[in-house]
């Protein structure tokens, strides 16, 4: 049995800690150091895999600042959920680069203590078969070469429409309360197509016995079931899953 917990935040620039920069380099462009953002949103996606392949989709849960106040309280209860699950590997996407610079800046600042998956253990990111470490998908993907695939890219290949992903790009700051459940549908679905990318990983290096579209469907089937999307973000879910279960069908027909 593997256990996973895909995660996600979203961030936005902070103009206070930007003008620090800018007072230390006055060169400094508006939104290019990392460390100018603050985390505004965080999900988790637990998932485990058996032997034979099935797939358990067995919780996700999403903190914002809108419900508890500020990005201490995000991060810390993001690090909760982790720290509970230290029997899993934290699965991100480019999170080497983007969400673990920022998480760290965030424990440092309010005096939060790191999960075991992210700890500086003289072990590198990025191993996919330690429970209680962190691996980067993206990052081993990119192996030792130049090239970062986006998780999109990744999902295209998949055969996933180009639509699920129309909004996937950029998240604002939300400011209305629609603003905030777009930002939760926003990052509660980059944990599931985080989710389908890494079980298709799986599979291409002959880690767990299974389909790529048929692991597709169980999660966002799954996402449907048990988490409240915004009508937008739900009805592409829905057409979605429509177009795998019939191209399913279909490779079934062939097959038979």
Known sequence: MRKYTFFDTESA??????????????????????????????ACFDVSIASDGAISCEGMASWTERDYGDEREVVDRFFNHLRARNDRTAIGFGSVATDLPLLQLAAMEY?????????????????????????????????????????????LRLGLPAELMTTKKYVQFPTTSEGWAAAVAHVELDCALLAVAHLAWNRAQGQA?????????????????????TEQVRAKVVSTCAELSSTIKDQAALAA
């Open 13 to 42: 620039w902070d103009d206070a800690l930007h003008e620090g920069a800018r007072h230390i380099d006055p060169a400094v462009q508006p939104h290019h150091r990392i460390g100018s953002k603050r985390i505004f949103a965080a």
């Open 209 to 229: 016995y299974l389909n790529a579209k048929l692991a597709a469907l169980v999660v966002l089937e799954w996402l449907l079931r048990n988490r409240t999307l």
């Open 111 to 155: 005096s939060l203590q790191l999960p075991c998956h992210f700890l500086a253990q003289g072990r590198k990111f990025g191993s996919p078969v330690f429970a209680g470490r962190h691996f980067d998908l993206g990052l081993a993907m990119k192996g030792s070469g130049r090239t970062w695939h986006h998780l999109s890219e990744v999902i």
